[in-house]
């Protein structure tokens, strides 16, 4: 039996009945209101003298077949390690960096193009240097011993725990006295700690070694300076607004 449009329309009013309840008790609740924070970065730092040194130091030879290259530049590294060994450098502190085999060119030809004239063979050592008064002696045996590439000296802390924990402590500080400032400024009062994040950079000085005489293997005397390193923590400090 049809139905007509007339019986249709009460069980139509019924069905939309929630739905309006539904959309003005939507429109009429109170939004959710968002966190009274304050929110800022921290930072510290702290100062440390390095009792420790790391070396870029290796051996490159130049010959016309990559054979010889390799003899030459094998043969100066078992001196330059052997060195490093009378020195009291401990084989855990010697590590291969790079060794590499790659053509030699002469660019001064009569026609201008290139003129392949060899091989150059090329091993780096990365060293650590735990006596760092030592660091001096270090670097003329092993220049004296074959090194003719010396690509930098580094210093570093070899327990950075106390000067680390010297730099946060200064940061929480810091953080601290900012939020102040701002809720001051603001007009409000600060309210207890919520969050604290952290990320903390090393940051030692990089003196590079600058061989005299135009090469490492003219170089006598090797004088140094460690410096002082500088150890920066940050921290993002969250606190509420007081009432």
């Keep these: 039996m049809p139905v007509t449009l007339k019986a249709a329309l009460p069980a139509l009013v019924l069905a939309l009945a929630p739905f309006g309840a539904l959309a003005q008790e939507?429109?009429?609740?109170?939004?959710?209101?968002l966190p009274r924070v304050i929110q800022?970065?921290?930072?510290?730092?702290?100062?440390a003298a390095p009792d420790m040194a790391?070396?870029?130091?290796?051996?490159?030879?130049?010959?016309?077949?990559?054979?010889?290259?390799?003899?030459?530049?094998?043969?100066?590294?078992?001196?330059?390690?052997g060195r490093l060994g009378a020195e009291g450098i401990n084989q855990a502190d010697i590590q291969t960096g790079q060794l590499m085999l790659e053509?030699?060119?002469?660019?001064?030809?009569?026609?201008?193009?290139?003129?392949?004239?060899?091989?150059?063979?090329t091993q780096m050592l990365d060293v650590k240097v735990r006596e760092i008064g030592h660091l001096g002696e270090v670097l003329d045996a092993v220049v004296e011993d074959g090194a003719n590439r010396v690509n930098g000296v580094s210093f570093d802390v070899a327990d950075p725990q106390a000067a680390t924990d010297e730099a946060r402590r200064d940061a929480v500080t810091d953080a601290?006295?900012?939020a102040e400032l701002y809720a001051e400024a603001a007009g409000v009062g600060l309210g207890n700690l919520v969050s604290i994040s952290e990320s903390t950079v090393y940051s030692p000085p990089m003196p590079m070694y600058d061989a005299r005489g135009g090469g490492v293997a003219e170089a006598a005397a090797v004088p140094v300076a460690p410096g002082q390193l500088s150890l920066t923590a940050t921290v993002t400090v969250t606190y509420a607004i007081g009432e």
């Design 176 to 178: 601290r006295a900012r």
């Design 26 to 33: 939507a429109a009429t609740a109170t939004p959710p209101q």
């Design 54 to 81: 790391r070396i870029s130091l290796g051996v490159s030879h130049q010959a016309k077949t990559a054979g010889e290259a390799m003899d030459a530049m094998s043969a100066g590294t078992e001196a330059v390690l």
């Design 40 to 47: 800022v970065v921290g930072e510290g730092r702290a100062m």
């Design 103 to 121: 053509p030699a060119y002469n660019y001064n030809t009569p026609d201008g193009n290139p003129e392949m004239t060899g091989f150059i063979a």
